[in-house]
């Protein structure tokens, strides 16, 4: 069991924390630091061992996870400070802060894991990409992935630069699937299906895809390949979403490319 605090409970604070309470095999006792509290919040106050903006914390605090926006993570971690050991292990999914940025203003020996989750895990279905610093013992690496598997699968990265084609690939990838489905859902209605039904069939399209990718041993290029006919309506779509000089891929590739540079430009200011 261990004493987690988390400091900040907004989209994605949230979102992980309705996972990890959630998971009954979970005994770790959660703090929670939120100015603006949900009502689900406020209701989870001293159930599921969860206390909401403690006004102290008596016992030693084993995990801190930081899920606040990039521009506060300064002013908040130097008052956070005095409550974390030099043994705490410091969790941060605040997009763009790197491991330098946490040596400058907490401890700097302090073992700190950065994670980009994605919004899924507020269903546990997420996905979320790891990367420890060099004081992370190979045994809080294991700990912390295993408290992020409660929430969908996990990654570890090698080098911490990766974390932003993580970014521009899952971190921000569940827009860019709403983005399609709103495209899909218009398309059905311009050709005389109705909103229900034609978000119906695109979303059960988008979740059926997805798990069949994921449970096949068959790979997404011949699963693709699989429900393509000669001459059918799948290849006549595809010959225009694949076409070499101006098929989806080119507009794909450089909305990626913007992401990433995006992420990596706000983790240089
Ligand atoms: N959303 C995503 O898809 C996603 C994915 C990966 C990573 N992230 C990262 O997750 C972090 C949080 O993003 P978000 O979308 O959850 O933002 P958010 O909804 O704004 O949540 C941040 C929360 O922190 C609270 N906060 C502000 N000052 C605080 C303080 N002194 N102590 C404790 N809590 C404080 C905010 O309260 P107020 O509302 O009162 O300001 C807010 O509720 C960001 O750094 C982002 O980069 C987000």
């Known amino acids: 069991m261990k004493n987690i605090l988390i400091i900040g409970a907004g989209n994605m604070g949230e979102a992980m924390l309705r996972g990890w309470i959630k998971d009954r095999s979970n005994l770790n006792q959660f703090y929670v630091r939120e ?6 919040l406020k209701e989870m106050d001293y159930k599921n061992r969860l206390r909401l903006n403690p006004l102290y914390i008596k016992c030693k605090i084993d995990v801190c996870v930081f899920a606040i926006k990039p521009q506060l993570a300064d002013q908040v971690m130097i ?5 974390l050991d030099k043994d ?15 040596a400058s203003i907490l401890n700097e020996s302090l073992s700190v894991i950065r994670v980009m989750p994605n919004t899924p895990v507020s269903i546990e ?7 420890g610093n060099k004081f992370c013992t190979p045994s809080q690496i294991e700990w ?16 911490e630069s990766l974390i932003n084609a993580i970014t521009a690939i899952s971190g921000s990838g569940p827009a ?67 076409n070499e000089k101006n098929g989806w891929h080119q507009i794909i590739n450089s909305a990626i490319n ?12």
């Open 176 to 242: 860019y699937i709403f983005n399609l489905a709103e495209i899909l859902i218009n398309s059905g209605r311009d050709l005389g299906l109705s909103e229900e039904i034609s978000k119906t069939i695109v979303l059960q399209t988008i979740v059926g895809a997805g798990l069949l990718a994921t449970k096949s041993e068959i790979s997404p290029s011949k699963l693709r390949e699989n429900v393509t006919s000669p001459n059918g309506t799948t290849e006549a779509a595809l010959k225009i979403l694949m």
């Open 125 to 131: 279905a997420g996905v979320s990409a790891l990367i």
């Open 79 to 83: 008052k956070t400070k005095k409550d």
């Open 258 to 269: 913007a992401a990433y540079k995006r992420s990596k430009l706000l983790a240089k200011n």
């Open 88 to 102: 705490c292990l410091v969790i941060s999914v605040i997009a763009g802060k790197n491991f330098k940025f946490f």
């Open 144 to 159: 912390a992935d295993n408290f992020f598997s409660i929430l969908g699968r996990t990654v570890i990265l090698e080098k």
């Open 35 to 40: 100015p603006n509290p949900s009502e689900w």
